[in-house]
């Protein structure tokens, strides 16, 4: 059977070129051992398979192969788990472009995913400046029982030195056909193999408007390649690097329009289809502002279209032109006018494979703009904290917000912790120019220690070589003063139970998973000494009181219904839990006396029974207050869905805690927001900023705090961000 071409958008990927290859005389020039399953090693027998697997099983099938004799069928037994078949570890060359493919058979009922796992060494050490990556969106790989093939160009970082490809099937039990995996230097490709053909051109501008940014020096010394990777990391052929960390904007000789991008060619080439990515999808332009032109007797002429559509899934934004197809030297995108206050282009990829585009929703780019409406001064709206993680940020272009988050420069080498000091000063300062009042330093999940904790705290905070105290102070000198630590309590590292060991005695819920005998003094003693020493270090700090993220990650939200722990009696284990509740308050209030709580995603419902004892308990000792953080008004700015959410939270608080007195007077509520958050959906303009903040100010009784998810994802630098911080900081 000949390969279908039928492709949906939101692959983003097109058809490649078929190998010839054939049984013993196989086309070996790619990384994939017998990736063509054409070789006699990953037929049952004496030689080990290239090939493992592990819930099912993978072998070696005549069935309708992709191209030769024969494929692979992977063997999915069970829809509640996924079946992995991993090729074996192979070398790389750092600091180089590949080329990888895959050809896929997929039935009906199930999807695939296809990950890429990157190693410092072939024993399995983690590369430093990537870990892992999906090669192409498994949620929406065809299930039509027809050939597909997928390409994706490879970026290998510094540092990066072996690869390890996996293939999972999950979905109703079934079997999955996969062959001619090929993986190889682009450099090395075989003829025919590259299809985005804007990698064989050359990237520029035309338009005299359309200079390269104009950088600011960056802060410190250069290392061997930094100043020459700053220099380049916004010229035009970051539009044709295969590198998603890089992207083409043109501020000079200033950010108006128009700009223009595009891809030239020594030889005419067919183009039937192009792909524009931008950073994020928030940031599209409007397909209003935006032409497509391509180089024909003398002058710039419109593309003639017959299709155009946006992939909205991915977190970057994707537009997709179906061209008539024509031949061309040259190519660009001209934009005649954006919203935000410059624009940029991630990736131009251009194809001759015309694409059956699926129909999708061109959604119209709001403004990023100043905020128009007045809203709160800084001083009428609540404090707002912002949940703070280093290696956390969707700016993540930016070369010294890079070397802070990864602790590496771009040749892959650690940063000196004294360049992490300064990197972390001026991220801490945007973010208090952005209106923030304290951030909440997020120490992940629980490790049940004290020594790790304390670890973190004193000494290296998330690996920056800068501990948690010092982040805190730093950020209490800028003028957050309402900053502390942050702990996840009952979502516990991986590695926990095993390094606990008998020094805790888990009870089994009916999930299947485990949570510590609240009942045992011990098993308890082991997360009130965790919770012990985030307080101590949070009151070396200077800080206010600490914050607790209670979702049950991991363990699931079973660990907060006494009902559901076999063998227990619940009323016994509710009764005990009020009290563990009423020994963590006092622990914390023994560190900081008068220490406030931050509950983040408090659970709003009676049926969490275990929760609203814990949280009786927290509320019958005293102290600053506990404010239950929520998250159900992210992104909307309609008063009244706040107002009702308010209201039922605090009234939620006032049924359930162990003082009443004591909520009335010191606790409260306090909202989240996510105005830019990837994953949530259309984002807030910075006037709908400001009407959610008047909405939050305007509550009764008044709250104290509002916190913002979105802090680690702000681009730090980026011009249109500053209508959020006027809209924050009350300007």
Not at 221 to 246: E, F, H
Not at 379 to 394: A, D, I, S, T
Not at 607 to 635: C, K, M, P
Request: charged share 25%; with cysteine.
């Amino acid at each position: 059977m000949s390969p279908s071409t039928r492709w949906t958008l939101n692959l983003a990927l097109v058809l490649a070129f078929a190998v010839s290859a054939v049984a013993q005389e196989a086309d070996l020039t790619g990384l994939l051992i017998n990736g063509d399953f054409e070789l006699a090693e990953d037929e049952v027998g004496d030689k080990a398979s290239h090939w493992t697997s592990d819930a099912g099983s993978i072998k070696v099938s005549d069935q309708n192969p992709y191209h030769g004799e024969r494929c692979a069928v992977i063997e999915h037994p069970r829809e509640d788990v996924s079946t992995w078949v991993s090729h074996e570890t192979v070398p790389l060359e750092p600091d180089q472009l590949y080329v990888f493919s895959v050809s896929y058979r997929n039935p009906t009922g199930a999807r695939l995913v296809c990950q890429l796992t990157y190693y410092q060494n072939q024993e399995g050490k983690a590369a430093r400046l990537q870990r892992w990556g999906r090669a192409f969106r498994g949620l929406r790989i065809a299930g039509d029982d027809q050939w597909h093939r997928v390409q994706r160009i490879l970026k290998v970082y510094p540092g990066t030195n072996f690869i390890r490809v996996s293939f999972a099937v999950r979905g109703e039990p079934c079997e999955a056909y996969v062959d001619d995996f090929h993986l190889a230097p682009l450099k090395a490709a075989r003829p025919g193999e590259i299809t985005n053909l804007a990698l064989l051109g050359e990237a520029r501008s035309w338009d005299p408007n359309s200079g390269q940014i104009v950088l600011q020096k960056p802060p410190h010394p250069p290392t061997s390649s930094y100043y020459a990777w700053w220099d380049g990391l916004y010229a035009p052929s970051s539009v044709n690097d295969g590198d998603d960390r890089t992207y083409w904007v043109s501020t000079a000789p200033s950010s108006d329009p128009p700009k223009d991008i595009g891809i030239q060619w020594p030889e005419p080439v067919r183009v039937s289809t192009v792909i524009v990515k931008y950073p994020h999808r928030d940031v599209c332009p409007d397909v209003r502002d935006v032409r497509l032109e391509h180089w024909s007797d003398g002058a710039w002429r419109e593309v003639a279209l017959t299709g155009l559509a946006l992939d909205a899934d991915l977190d970057r934004g994707v537009y997709l032109y179906e061209v008539f197809p024509q031949e061309v030297t040259r190519l660009r995108l001209y934009f005649s006018s954006f919203a935000r206050e410059r624009v940029s282009v991630q990736e131009l990829e251009v194809y001759a494979e015309p694409l059956e585009v699926a129909a999708a929703e061109v959604v119209k780019n709001f403004e990023y703009a100043y905020p128009t409406s007045p809203g709160p001064s800084a001083e009428q709206r609540p404090y707002l904290l912002m949940w703070y993680q280093p290696k956390r940020g969707r700016s993540s272009a930016e070369p010294w917000l890079r070397e802070y988050s990864t602790g590496l420069d771009q040749d892959g080498n650690a940063v000196p912790v004294e360049r992490t000091r300064q990197h972390l000063r001026r991220r801490l300062q945007m973010e208090r120019d952005a209106g923030v009042d304290g951030i909440m330093l997020n120490l992940g999940f629980n490790p049940l220690s004290a020594e790790i904790v304390r670890q973190q705290m004193e000494q290296d905070y998330s690996d920056t070589g800068i501990s948690g105290v010092e982040h805190l102070k730093l950020a209490r000198e800028l003028g957050m003063v309402r900053s502390m630590p942050m702990l996840y309590l009952v979502a516990i590292r991986n590695d926990t139970w095993a390094r606990v060991g008998d020094a805790a005695k888990t009870v089994e819920l009916d999930s299947g998973r485990k949570w510590i005998d609240w009942r045992d003094d011990a098993s308890w003693g082991v997360v009130l000494e965790t919770v012990r020493e985030l307080a101590h270090a949070a009151a070396e700090a200077g800080c206010p009181g600490v914050a607790l993220d209670i979702e049950a990650y991991i363990v699931g939200m079973d660990v907060y219904i006494a009902e559901n722990y076999q063998g227990v009696d619940a009323a016994e284990l509710l009764e005990v839990v009020e009290g563990r509740g009423r020994e963590m308050a006092e622990a914390i209030n023994a560190q900081i006396p008068d220490a406030e709580i931050i509950w983040l995603a408090g659970y709003k419902s009676d049926d969490y029974t275990l929760h609203n004892a814990l949280f009786r308990g927290l509320t019958s000792v005293g102290g600053g207050g506990l404010q239950i953080a929520t998250e159900g008004v992210y992104t909307t700015p309609d008063p009244e869905r706040i107002k009702s959410l308010y209201d039922d939270t605090w009234q939620f608080g006032l049924a359930h805690a162990g003082d009443q007195d004591y909520w009335r007077g010191k606790c409260g509520v306090a909202h989240g927001s996510w105005p830019s958050w990837p994953g949530a959906g259309r984002c807030l303009t910075p006037d709908q900023v400001r009407i959610q903040l008047s909405a939050f100010a305007d509550q009764e009784p008044g709250p104290k705090y509002m916190w913002w998810y979105t802090g680690s994802s702000l681009p730090c630098e980026d011009p249109e961000w500053a209508g959020y911080r006027a809209a924050y900081a009350g300007h």
